[in-house]
């Protein structure tokens, strides 16, 4: 048996064709690929069952999620799933960006997931790494992303066990809450605030680096 962790990336797919040609999912999977110990498959909700079926679950340790216009087409028995395998299970959920919004998310953490407002300026970005010894963050040192979205505190979620790091936006004078985590039940949550699908982002080696420490502390591997 396989010791690597198995991911599950799951995107919507309506993210830009010139921007992610295989979707978000498809460019994490492609980067997740060429690490010795994680093997990924994607996902999506056009698949059967939604893609997240009892059976495709249960050989997950980790969920990534990417949702963004259709959250109210994940089906209650999607979400009720993924809450059974988190909670009972400690399958891991990585949501991302505007799946703050996300069903499973709002669910798991038992919050509406809202954030104050919403700018699409496409301004630069500064993350700040907060908490350097955890684990999600070795190996990043702060960094910029050139254009992004930003979203304004207070954000409508449980006081997290962990906030790993914080986004400076609109020239420093908005400061979010951009990597947090949380245990819920048996499973770990890692969510990450950056990442409009207008830009980039996914590519960028900084954050790349985040999505995989994020993978492997919500396997319980670090």
Not at 16 to 29: E, F, Q
Not at 53 to 60: E, R
Not at 87 to 113: A, V
Not at 181 to 206: D, K, L, N
Request: hydrophobic content about 35%; overall charge negative.
């Amino acid at each position: 048996m396989s010791d690597k962790i198995r991911v599950l990336a799951w995107a919507e797919l309506g993210e830009p064709k010139d921007v992610y040609p295989n979707g978000i999912s498809g460019a994490l999977a492609e980067h997740l690929r060429g690490l010795p110990d994680i093997e990924v498959r994607t996902a999506s909700l056009n698949d059967t069952e939604q893609g997240v079926s009892d059976a495709a679950l249960a050989q997950t340790d980790v969920l990534i999620w990417f949702g963004h216009v259709k959250h109210g087409q994940v089906a209650q028995e999607s979400v009720d799933r993924i809450l059974r395998h988190v909670k009972e299970r400690g399958m891991g959920y990585l949501p991302l960006h505007s799946s703050h919004y996300s069903k499973p998310l709002k669910q798991l953490t038992g919050t509406s997931g809202s954030w104050r407002t919403y700018v699409e300026n496409g301004k630069p970005a500064r993350l700040i790494v907060v908490d350097p010894s955890h684990p999600i963050v070795q190996g990043i040192e702060d960094f910029t992303i050139p254009k992004e979205e930003w979203y304004g505190e207070p954000y409508d979620v449980p006081t997290p066990e962990a906030v790993v790091l914080v986004g400076l936006y609109d020239e420093g004078r908005e400061v979010a809450r951009d990597g947090i985590a949380w245990t819920i039940g048996s499973g770990r949550v890692f969510y990450f605030r950056p990442g409009h699908e207008t830009y980039p982002i996914y590519f960028m080696p900084p954050v790349c680096r985040i999505i995989e420490n994020g993978v492997r502390w919500c396997a319980r591997r670090v």
